[in-house]
């Protein structure tokens, strides 16, 4: 058997599929696209997710690909053992909805046996044990004799993942013999030695599996192979390990030479070789998907990789930066398979560089701070540091937990990760609320005062709206970086823009920046110190880094819309001086695509004559379709010419004067439509006050016009067709509705007070004597408090003289009266005092003068006591 090396099988295993009517894609990026369940992407099948569950249709029903894949769920082990990898890569053939169980299995018998040329013999299938329909295929059309086809359970050979499409696997396992071998009686597929390797993983994707374990045919079932490329090559190329298959090997050699070691001499020293041979494979590629090292995430992962691998150097006594050659190698032994990384090698041996100097620069102080720890624990006989000693390393010396954690674990001790977890808490608690920490300018600290000053932007949108430029800075939320990727939130800064940066009262532009693979939506656009254009997004596909040169293309119809709204602003300012007078000046404006507002010093609200006058004059401009120029010159040329400049503002020598037609002049920097028969039409939708002598009008430009209108007709013919009245007699019908309202309105009352006095007319029987006086204490039901008032004089009439208290529960909630004659009040009676103690039953409160007092309550139940109480008190005080 030839002994083909990674890059061979890689094109071998792509072409063989091509020839099966596969389509060949190039390797997604490690960066998981708008996919939130995954850090990095882990697995060839993963990118593909959205053709497996059909919410993408993919380019073609066969596909093969070979992803670039890191998993870090075994990360401790790596270079612990011959086995374990963050890095691999994974050949895969897959199909929607088209070929499933026959093809899939022969293909993999046919590339294995005759492609590659591995020994039949020497191949056994597994199966899962309840599939008989693949034991068939691999027994009657493959010709396996039943015997070496192994069948396993659930646990084995059926791949699901929680609720979901799911189903059965058949993989193919290759005996490498027994110099691999445990030795054991009865070693056989199965065994966890080394001998028997799974090659080859077929899964037919056959089931849906509704999270309860109930399974259900899927009408589209899938093939989704995986086979890890760097395994091939171990099993073709007869080697103990991936370490020691030809381009990881020459990578792991090339560590041996800079650290002047040799494989396989020393235990401890193979472990550091294996983990930096792996670790810096991962970093090269995540760096070339445009991966950055953070704190967070995915950044983080690689940051952590970096410096483990940067320490393992250090264990082997290498002195210096050594890790950004060593990428070279990696670019190098791949750059068949990935042509990216060959085109990045400059941006990733950067950053390499970068991220080991900024941990070369603390590790040393790092390893003293915790060797002493270390020395405290032996002294006090503990074996866990102190969570806060680990975030202190943390936060001061950029020392992962992990990389903590593995240096006191190779002495025997063990980290309390409870409490470093809390200091991280608590840190992230205090940054979030010192976001707002300003500098000596009393101006909010942002990571855009981290940006060389000498870094600068050209405007260049009047002129175009599409151009190509150069990065020179990006940030993220928090720190300057070299690499923006997708899903990622950042700023982009670039030589020359298209884009308008908030000012001037217009809103900035939107729209798209964008490179070979890769979009990033601009949502806004500022303007820093220095003259500095920051593009404000995220990035919605692929990656950005500094020095790329990229498109911005500006959203024209926004750009259009605005513009509209800026001219007008124009036009506003003109008219309203022409109609008010001279002492108009603007103290402010704000534009965008869907409106406009103009602030301007007046003293009184404007009629709506002068409203109508200013609004009119307005559209008879932009009807006359005057020519909107623009002129750049000094100050004084300007102010000669008559343009109006902003009153307060500090202008440069050189200033841009737009003139509409012999109208307006005035001194703007922003975007305006070329003539203003393009602005359409004008509507003020409002004028207020907004301050001592500034007044604000609100406009609507163009198709925003149209649309007020629209909205206007609509909700007139709705309210014509509740008022059931044409909507030319809808102002008549609403008269007529008014005055039957009024009227019926008084009829209600006039019938209320009826009702009120008939379910009281027999109430003199439960007047309390009181000396010379009486008092009648009366519950009615669902009186209001007029109704009641009126019943109050009503029943003070009756009884002549003495105190009337009434009682309403009105639907749940209860109205309280109590009035008093003349005669009364001489006598004592405080109608004030009486409901204030009586309201407290009724869970109320309320008060009055001695003759009249109300007041209200919201529990009915207590109106009973209520009453009793209030005859007490006014007997009491009569």
């Known amino acids: 058997m030839k002994k083909y090396g990674v890059n061979e099988l890689r094109k071998m295993y792509l072409e063989f599929f091509e020839s099966k009517g596969h389509l060949a894609m190039k390797s997604f990026s490690l960066v998981p696209h708008n996919d939130n369940s995954l850090l990095l992407i882990n697995a060839g099948m993963a990118p593909l997710k959205p053709y497996f569950t059909g919410q993408e249709i993919p380019p073609r029903k066969r596909v093969t690909t070979c992803q670039k894949c890191i ?37 993999s018998w046919e590339f294995l046996t005759e492609v590659v040329g591995l020994d039949a013999d020497r191949l056994y299938p597994s199966v899962y044990l309840e599939d008989d329909e693949a034991f068939a295929i691999w027994r009657d059309e493959i010709g396996i004799a039943p015997e070496r086809i192994f069948k396993f359970g659930k646990e084995d050979n059926f791949w699901e993942h929680g609720a979901g499409p799911c189903g059965p696997c058949s993989e193919i396992y290759y005996d490498r013999g027994e110099k691999y071998g445990c030795g054991k009686p009865g070693c056989t597929v199965g065994c966890d030695c080394d001998r028997y390797m799974e090659v080859w993983n077929n899964v037919f994707t056959q089931f849906e599996n509704d999270g309860h374990n109930n399974y259900t045919t899927l009408k589209q079932k899938n093939i989704d192979t995986g086979m ?38 020393n235990e401890q020293d193979d472990i550091s070789i294996r ?34 691998a940067a320490r393992h150097g250090r264990l082997l006594g290498i002195e210096g930066k050594f890790l950004a050659e060593l990428s070279k190698t990696v670019i190098e032994g791949s750059k068949d398979g990935y042509p990216e990384l060959e085109e990045k090698k400059d941006f990733i041996y950067n950053v390499i560089i970068q991220e080991e100097g900024k941990f070369n620069k603390t590790i040393d102080q790092g390893l003293a701070i915790l060797a002493d720890l270390e020395e405290s624990m032996k002294k006090k006989g503990v074996k866990e540091l102190d969570g806060q000693d680990a975030f202190k390393l943390y936060d001061t010396y950029g020392f992962p937990l992990d990389l903590t954690k593995e240096i006191l674990e190779e002495k025997g001790y063990t980290v309390n990760e409870e409490a470093f977890q809390t200091c991280m808490n608590e840190q992230k608690e205090k940054a979030r609320s010192a976001r707002k920490t300003t500098n000596y300018m009393g101006a909010d600290v942002t990571v855009y005062e981290s940006i060389d000053p000498s870094v600068t932007s050209t405007f260049v949108g009047y002129e175009t709206q599409e151009c190509d430029s150069k990065i020179t800075v990006m940030t993220t939320d928090t720190e300057l970086t070299e690499a923006l990727t997708d899903g990622q939130a950042g700023t982009i800064f670039v030589d020359e823009t298209p884009f308008y940066a908030t000012g001037g009262g217009q809103h900035a532009d939107s729209g798209v920046i964008t490179c070979k693979d890769g979009e990033f939506v601009v949502e806004d656009v500022v303007k820093m110190l220095g003259g500095k254009i920051g593009h404000i997004g995220h990035v919605t596909k692929g990656m950005f880094k500094v020095g790329d040169t990229v498109t911005l293309s500006v959203n024209k119809v926004q750009r259009a819309d605005t513009a509209k709204g800026h001219s007008a602003t124009h036009l506003l300012q003109k008219s ?99 003539h203003t028969g393009v602005i359409k039409a004008f509507k003020i939708i409002s004028e207020t006050g907004v301050a001592a002598g500034i007044r604000r009008i609100e406009a609507l430009t163009g198709d925003g016009v149209m649309k007020y209108y629209l909205d206007e007709e609509k909700t007139l013919h709705e309210a014509a067709k509740a008022a059931k009245a044409e909507p030319h007699k809808l102002a008549e019908k609403i008269q007529s509705m008014l005055d039957e309202i009024k009227a ?131 007997k009491e005080q009569l």
């Open 71 to 107: 998993r870090t769920g075994d990360i401790e082990n790596v270079g612990k053992t011959d086995r374990h990898g963050t890095f691999f890569e994974m050949l895969g053939n897959f199909s929607f909805g088209d070929y499933f169980k026959h093809e899939a299995i022969a293909w």
């Open 228 to 265: 890890g490329l760097e395994r091939l090559a171990v099993i073709v190329q007869d080697v103990g390990s991936i370490f020691d298959v030809d381009t990881i090997r020459s990578l792991r050699d090339k560590i041996c030479e800079v650290a002047k070691k040799t494989y396989k001499e």
């Open 275 to 308: 983990l930096i041979t792996d670790h810096i494979r991962s970093a090269t590629f995540m760096i070339s998907d445009g991966i950055m090292p953070s704190n967070e995430g995915r950044g983080y992962v690689l940051r952590r990789i970096i410096r483990r």
């Open 576 to 674: 309203l001086r022409t109609v008010l007078g001279n002492h108009v000046e603007q103290s402010g404006s704000y534009v965008d695509k869907d409106r406009l507002r103009f602030d301007f010093s007046h003293f009184q609200a404007l009629t709506a004559e002068e409203l109508a006058e200013v609004e009119k004059m307005v559209n008879e401009k932009i009807a006359e379709d005057l020519t909107v120029s623009t002129e750049i010159m000094s100050v004084d040329e300007a102010k000669n010419t008559g343009a109006m400049a902003l009153f307060g503002e500090k202008y440069g020598d050189k200033v841009r004067v737009v003139t509409m037609g012999d109208f307006s002049k005035e001194f703007c920097a922003g975007t305006h439509v070329p």
């Open 744 to 874: 019926l309105s008084a009829e209600n009352e006039k019938l209320k007070d009826q009702i009120a006095k008939s379910e009281v007319a027999d109430v003199m029987d439960q007047v309390v004597e009181a000396g010379d006086y009486k008092v009648l204490p009366v519950s009615v039901k669902d009186v209001d408090m007029n109704a009641l008032r009126t019943l109050g004089d009503d029943l003070k009439g009756k009884i002549g003289s003495g105190v009337v208290i009434l009682a309403s529960d009105m639907g749940g909630k209860v109205n309280l009266i109590v009035t008093a004659t003349d005669d009364a009040v001489k006598a004592g009676a405080h109608a004030g005092k009486i409901i204030k103690e009586a309201a407290a039953l009724v869970g109320g409160g309320g008060g009055g003068r001695p003759n009249m007092a109300q007041a209200g309550g919201k529990n009915p139940a207590g109106i009973k006591a209520a009453l009793e109480k209030a005859v007490e008190i006014a």
